[in-house]
């Protein structure tokens, strides 16, 4: 069996992923099969009433009879706030559920299929997001990785990931702009490959709510219209047609773009008393549709190179290439009308599906593999000895950019960028002039934000810092130095310096929206390793369970003489851990142990 190295590079995408590894024998990356032999699994889970848990292909599948319990596009919600300015959540059967718990599912079964490929337990991944995450959805991805118990060794942008993926075995100087139009968000790098592996991004756009998941919703929106037209009623809140309809939306965008022509999208039993639709899509009309979407994404590659442009003096006559990333990026009126429009050669020779998570790979042969995967905070890794030493490690260089303004923020809403987009990291600046705003002032209050609007408050908050006990004195008379940093690896340091006294204090960056606490990450990994959740009950939800505790827990003890010596261990623990949960008033957790009290009391029977 050939030597795979045991750090994966993993592309978690919004509607499909996708795993790799480094096959030491033929010096190449190995894109990983699922267990339907697949190298790319959706990026779909489904929790079904009873508990059990499906990923990937069944889970998409399940749309036609439950669409309530399946979810989808969850990578939209990570590290996001809701309408309501909390935390974004996923809700299933009246259950809310953390984005983070949902991807660490998707984790956890390209995790599984990479060990059963390679032969052994894997620990380790660099894992890819998009190049215009915010910091917060980059900590939600590594809550994920952690709670699938996967040390998340480095996060790296998409785009970057795919000039790895393309430009380092050249040894050529040369320039790109990667596209990435994925399933869920559209990212566009410049990017620079100089000599020595050395890998420089020169200036970035995006959109991280634009991707193929839009050209789906736009497809069935025309068939709902269609529907709409020939029935004289509105379907949209059908919601087990709908579910059969966006297959048949998708299936539809796949051949209008494998088959270029014109496709017939039908439909057998509809609804009652009707035994068929069926309904023709021209290539012009497919092509129509999406043309909105289209033109935005080209107005942020615009954006990427006016910024390429201003910050590094690299001009569209520097640029050898496009690079094509990601499902949406293979419609053909995405090379045709890049190459009309910029009139530059449009590169898709490696597989648009696959490049990220191959990059991704050839990035985790920087890493050692660990012996054990650390979901806990702060705990440093134990690092395996190395297989093999004279193995070729690719060592490769990244210097990034910052991908969205950091700043903070003043007196009457007005937003001071300090570090502004694009800026190459490492990165520091250091600014004096800050100053009480009212006499008598006691205490300074600094919020620190990333955004590119003027107004403080409409950017994103990543934290604050008070400086409290100053002495009264006239506006103006206490002055201040604030120091913002960001490291080769992307980490934030900030701090504000009192002037007269020297006092310093550190501004400490939440670790994201409502940041998990790290009982709450190991339970739900306790959770995601058990491959199952808490049965749906009548007036159950997350926040408790109406199951009666004493029956339970009588039911388990009258059985457990039957129970050999391991299960009898096992069911003694979990009602340990019930009686603890009780006492904690964790209803949460509780849920999870009377569901799989209940699972091995009913296999015992």
């Not at 998409?158 to 100087?173: K, Q, R």
Request: proline content about 4%; aromatic content about 6%; charged content about 25%.
């Amino acid at each position: 069996m050939a030597s795979y190295h045991k750090v994966i590079g993993i592309d978690l995408g919004t509607t499909f992923s996708v795993v790799a590894a480094y096959d030491f024998e033929k010096q190449d990356i190995k894109v990983i099969p699922n267990r339907q032999n697949h190298t790319t699994t959706p990026s779909v889970v489904y929790l079904s009433p009873n508990g059990e848990v499906s990923i990937g292909r069944s889970a998409k599948q399940k749309q036609v009879r439950d669409p309530n319990g399946v979810l989808i596009e969850v990578k939209r919600l990570m590290g996001e706030k809701g309408a309501d300015g909390n935390k974004s959540m996923v809700e299933v059967h009246g259950r809310k559920y953390d984005p983070e718990f949902i991807s660490a599912w998707i984790l956890k079964e390209l995790k599984k299929n990479a060990e059963k490929y390679i032969g052994a337990p894997i620990h380790d991944c660099v894992i890819t997001v998009p190049a215009y995450f915010k910091e917060s959805q980059k900590n939600a991805t590594r809550e994920a990785a952690k709670i699938a118990k996967l040390n998340p060794r480095l996060i790296i942008n998409e785009p970057t990931a795919a000039a790895v993926a393309y430009g380092l075995d050249s040894e050529e100087v040369q320039s790109f702009i990667v596209y990435d139009f994925g399933g869920g968000t559209f990212d566009v790098s410049i990017i620079s490959v100089e000599e020595e592996n050395t890998v420089e991004v020169l200036g970035t756009g995006g959109n991280a709510q634009l991707g193929g998941g839009d050209i789906d919703q736009i497809l069935l929106d025309w068939l709902l219209n269609k529907m709409k037209e020939q029935f004289g009623k509105d379907f949209t809140s059908n919601k087990k047609l709908v579910g059969r309809l966006r297959l048949k939306a998708e299936e539809a965008k796949i051949n209008l773009c494998n088959e270029q022509n014109a496709q017939e999208v039908f439909l057998e039993n509809p609804f009652e008393g009707v035994e068929e639709i069926s309904y023709q899509i021209s290539v012009e009309e497919f092509e129509r549709l999406i043309n909105p979407l289209l033109e935005k994404t080209f107005k942020e590659v615009d954006v990427a190179l006016k910024s390429a442009e201003d910050k590094h003096d690299l001009s569209m006559d520097d640029i050898e290439a496009f690079i094509l990333v990601g499902g949406s990026s293979k419609i053909p009126a995405v090379r045709r009308l890049l190459e009309e429009k910029y009139k530059k050669e449009v590169k898709s020779d490696l597989n648009p599906d696959e490049i990220v998570a191959i990059g991704a790979a050839m990035m985790g042969k920087n890493y050692d593999p660990s012996l054990a995967a650390q979901i806990k905070d702060d705990v440093p890794l134990e690092i395996a000895p190395v297989e093999d030493a004279s193995r070729e490690v690719n060592n490769t260089n990244i210097k990034d950019v910052v991908s969205h303004t950091l700043g903070v923020g003043l007196v009457d809403d007005i937003y001071d960028p300090l570090i502004p987009k694009d800026s190459i990291i490492p990165h520091k600046v250091q600014r004096k002039g800050y100053t009480t705003a009212e006499d008598n002032q006691t205490s300074i209050y600094v919020p620190v934000f990333q955004g590119e609007n003027k107004k403080a408050s409409l950017n994103f908050m990543l934290g604050d810092v008070v400086i409290s006990g100053l002495r009264p004195e006239p506006k103006g008379t206490h002055q201040f130095e604030i120091t913002f940093a960001l490291d080769a690896d992307g980490i934030f340091f900030g701090e504000i310096k009192h002037l007269q006294t020297g006092e310093t204090k550190t501004i400490k960056l939440d670790r994201g929206m409502d940041a998990m606490t790290e009982k709450k990450r190991m339970d739900l990994s306790e959770m995601v390793e058990s491959g199952k959740i808490a049965p749906i009950s009548n007036g159950s939800d997350q926040g408790g369970s109406q199951v009666n505790i004493t029956d339970i827990v009588q039911q388990a003890y009258a059985i457990m003489s039957q129970l050999p010596p391991d299960k009898k261990q096992e069911l003694q623990s979990y009602l340990m851990k019930l009686q603890k949960a009780q006492v904690d008033n964790d209803p949460a957790l509780a849920t999870h142990i009377i569901s799989m009290t209940t699972f091995l009391t009913s296999q015992s029977l």
